[in-house]
Structures are given as structure tokens and as C-alpha cells.
């Protein structure tokens, strides 16, 4: 059983960078995906960003692309999630994830990942 758990939320200001930590316990396979969503007030959980294990390959949404840098260290399994120039439609639980691909396409779907950490508030001020 892998255990998901997420920090380095918390209160920013607009224009500040911030880093999100997941740490993982337990296995990683060859085809594991590990992937950050978020859940903003009102909104659906939505996807931001992925990285293949095996080779640390990182996909985004198109919305954050330009601002989040997704990134991993084997040794101590955990994944990073650096946002730069927060802005406050950043406001949301930040999610850890993550599961075996079964088909590469799936990343910035939900189902796929199975094992889910409890969230890490962001809140950006202006």
C-alpha cells in the first residue's frame, strides 16, 4: 500500500514561488505516474501536472505550464511541485497522486491513480 503525504502549502502573496512536497512510502513500478491536482473553492478537482517515474518525463496542463515545474528524487521518493509568480486563481488543495499508466494518454485523468494523499491548502493574496 503506498501512502501519499503532501506539504509546503500555505498563505502567499501574489508574485511569491512556492514548492509543494509529496513523500511517498512503498513500491513505484516501472510504469508509475505520480501527479499533483487541485481543487479550487466551487470547482471540480482538476489535473495540473505529472511525471513518469522511470524517467521523470513531466506533463502539464496547458493553463500552467509556463508557472509549475514538476520534479522528483528517487533516493528519498518524493516529488516536488515548484509554482512560480503565484497568483491567486492558484487558491486551491493542492492533491498528491499516484498510480500505475495503463495507457499513457490517461495521466491527466483521475481513475488511473489510486493511491491519493490528503491535500495541502494553498491560499494566494493579493
Known amino acids: 500500500q503506498v501512502q501519499l503525504v503532501e506539504s509546503g502549502g500555505g498563505l502567499v502573496q501574489a508574485g511569491d514561488s512556492l514548492r509543494l512536497t509529496c ?11 505520480m501527479a499533483w491536482f487541485r481543487q479550487a473553492p466551487g470547482k ?12 521523470g518525463s513531466p506533463y502539464y496542463a496547458r493553463s500552467v505550464m509556463d508557472r509549475f515545474t514538476i520534479a522528483k528524487d528517487n533516493a528519498e521518493n518524493t516529488m516536488y511541485l515548484q509554482i512560480y509568480n503565484v ?30 494523499g490528503q491535500g495541502t491548502q494553498v491560499t494566494v493574496s493579493t
Open 87 to 116: 497568483k491567486p486563481e492558484d487558491t486551491a488543495v493542492y492533491y498528491c497522486a499516484a498510480g500505475v499508466m495503463h495507457y499513457y494518454s490517461d495521466f491527466d485523468k483521475e481513475q488511473p491513480y489510486d493511491s491519493w
Open 44 to 55: 471540480e478537482r482538476e489535473f495540473v501536472a505529472a511525471i513518469r517515474w522511470s524517467d
Open 23 to 33: 513523500a511517498q512510502t512503498g513500491r513505484a513500478f516501472s510504469s508509475w505516474y
